[in-house]
C-alpha cells in the first residue's frame, strides 16, 4: 500500500474511533453523573461530542481530511476529491474506527467489550430526522469549503452537531460509522442493531439531497473538492531556510522590511544543489520574452525586487525545467484559491513550446482555462522577487536569497501522460496549494 494513503486510512480510523469513543463514553459519564435527568444527560453527552469532535478534525484534518463519515466520504468521491479506491479504503477505516472506539468507551467504564445495545430507535420522525441532520452537515461542511474558509470547518461542523442533537429528534446521528458503533455498547448512546438499517438508509438519503442542493448552491465546488473537510499534506517538504512569516496580509510590510539585507545564503545541498543545473537567463531580456513579461506582465514586481515597492501581498513562484505542466497547474490554482490574496507566477528552465495537452485538459475539467497561457523562462529578477519559491520535483534549482523560503514538491511528470494519469497530480498539487495558501494568508479572507 502507498504509504500516503496507508497514513489516510490510519488517520480516519482513529478519528472515526476517538469520535464514537467521546459519544459512546460521553454518554456512560452524562447516565452516571446525572441519574434520571435525560434534558441535563443529552446535554452533557452533546457539550462533550461537539468539543472532541473540533479536537479531532484539527488533529487528523491534515492527513486525512477528517471525514470521520462515510457520508462525508461519498460526497467528496462525487465531486471529485477521492477515487473509487481510496473512498473504498476510507469507509472501511471509519467503520473499524466505529466498532473500536465502542469497544474502548466499554472497556473504560468496566463494561463488557461488546455487548449488544436494546434501545429501539425506530420510527418516522426519527427517520426524517436523520435525513435532516446528514442534509444539514453536509451542506455545512461543503459551505464552509466553498468560502474559502476550511480552517473554521472545525468549529463550524463542532457547533453543527452539538445544537443537532437538540433540533433534531433523532439527536442527530448523522453518520453511519458511527451508527454501526453505537450499536455495540447497550448505553445512554446506543442503539438496537434491527434500528440501524433504517437509520443507514437515512443517512444515505440525506447526503444524495444534499449533493444535489450543494451543486446547485455552490456550481464550482468541485474546485475545492480537495479541501474537505480539511486540506490535506502529507508528503515532507523542504524545510525553509527561514521562518514563516505572520500570515495576515497586512503584516507583510513589516515582515518584509526586517529581513536581512547581507549576501546570498546556501540553503541545505539536499534540497538546492550546487553547483546550478542551468544559466539563469539575463534579468533583462530573453529568448522568448522580455524579463516584465517573464514576470507575468507586472513592472511592479520588478520594483519589489529591487527594494523599491513595499510589498502588501506575498509573491509566489513556481518553477520546472519546461513550465509546461506542474508548474502551471500549480500557478492557476494558487491564483484561483487565493482570489488577489497572493501574487502568482511560474516559470522553467527551458521553457516549452506550448502546455501539455493533457494537463489543459485536466485544469479545464475544474473550470480553469489555461488555453492563453504559455511556457515561460524564469530569471533571477523572478526569484528575487519572490517570498515563496516552490519546484516541481523535476530537479530545478534557485539561487538562495535571503527571506526566501524555498520548498520541492515531488510530484510525478504529466509529459507524455494521458488525462487519467493527469488528475491525481492536478488533485496532489491542488492539496498542496490549498495547505500553502492557508499558511500565508489570513483567516479574515473569503474566497469566492
Excluded at 452533557?44 to 463519515?69: C, F, K, M, Q, R
Excluded at 530573453?286 to 507575468?296: D, E, I, M, P
Excluded at 516549452?352 to 494537463?359: D, F, K
Aim: net charge neutral; with cysteine.
Amino acid at each position: 500500500m502507498n504509504r500516503g494513503v496507508g497514513r489516510r486510512l490510519l488517520g480516519e480510523f482513529l478519528g472515526t474511533a476517538f469520535l464514537v469513543t467521546a459519544v459512546v463514553g460521553s454518554g456512560i459519564m452524562a447516565s452516571r453523573l446525572s441519574p434520571n435527568d435525560a434534558g441535563l444527560e443529552l446535554l452533557e453527552n452533546a457539550a462533550a461530542t461537539a468539543a472532541a469532535l473540533v479536537a479531532i478534525i484539527l488533529a487528523i484534518g491534515p492527513v486525512s481530511g477528517a471525514h470521520l463519515n462515510p457520508v462525508v466520504t461519498l460526497a467528496h468521491r462525487f465531486f471529485g476529491g477521492l477515487s473509487n479506491g481510496d473512498a473504498a479504503g476510507y469507509i472501511g477505516a471509519q467503520l473499524a474506527g466505529g466498532a473500536a472506539g465502542a469497544v474502548i468507551a466499554n472497556l473504560m467504564f468496566s463494561l463488557p467489550a461488546v455487548e449488544l445495545s436494546t434501545r429501539a430507535r425506530s420510527s418516522g420522525g426519527l427517520w426524517f430526522a436523520e435525513v435532516v441532520a446528514t442534509f444539514g452537515l453536509l451542506l455545512i461542511i461543503f459551505g464552509v469549503v466553498r468560502s474559502g474558509r476550511a480552517r473554521a470547518a472545525p468549529f463550524a461542523v463542532g457547533a453543527y452537531i452539538g445544537g443537532a442533537y437538540f433540533f433534531t429528534a433523532s439527536t442527530s446521528f448523522a453518520n453511519p460509522a458511527v451508527t454501526a458503533g453505537r450499536m455495540l455498547s447497550n448505553t445512554f448512546a446506543g442503539i438496537r442493531p434491527s434500528s440501524v438499517p433504517p437509520f443507514v438508509v437515512a443517512q444515505l438519503v440525506g447526503a444524495a439531497l444534499a449533493v444535489l442542493a450543494i451543486r446547485v448552491l455552490y456550481p464550482g465546488v468541485r474546485r475545492q473538492a480537495a479541501d474537505v473537510v480539511l486540506p490535506t499534506q502529507l508528503l515532507p517538504q523542504a524545510r525553509p531556510t527561514r521562518s514563516l512569516p505572520p500570515t495576515s496580509a497586512r503584516t507583510w510590510r513589516s515582515w518584509w522590511s526586517s529581513s536581512p539585507a547581507s549576501a546570498p545564503v546556501r540553503a541545505p545541498s539536499a534540497t538546492w544543489p550546487d553547483p546550478l543545473p542551468f544559466p539563469l537567463l539575463p534579468s533583462s531580456t530573453s529568448s522568448r520574452t522580455s524579463s516584465t513579461a517573464s514576470l507575468g506582465g507586472n513592472a511592479g514586481h520588478v520594483g519589489q525586487a529591487q527594494g523599491g515597492i513595499v510589498k502588501e501581498v506575498p509573491e509566489v513562484l513556481f518553477v520546472c525545467v519546461h513550465n509546461a505542466g506542474r508548474s502551471q497547474m500549480a500557478a492557476a490554482l494558487l491564483d484561483h484559491h487565493a482570489q488577489g490574496r497572493v501574487h502568482v507566477r511560474s516559470g522553467g528552465s527551458a521553457p516549452g513550446e506550448r502546455i501539455n495537452p493533457a494537463v489543459a485538459e485536466a485544469m479545464a475539467e475544474i473550470g480553469l482555462d489555461l488555453s492563453k497561457e504559455f511556457p515561460k523562462p524564469v530569471t533571477d529578477k523572478a526569484v528575487r522577487a519572490s517570498d515563496v519559491v516552490i519546484t516541481m520535483g523535476c530537479g530545478d534549482v534557485c539561487p538562495i536569497y535571503p527571506g526566501t523560503r524555498y520548498e520541492d514538491w515531488a510530484l510525478d511528470d504529466p509529459a507524455g501522460q494521458g488525462i487519467e494519469q493527469v488528475r491525481p497530480i492536478r488533485d496532489e498539487i491542488d492539496r498542496r496549494v490549498l495547505a500553502l495558501m492557508a499558511e500565508l494568508t489570513s483567516d479574515e479572507s473569503v474566497g469566492a
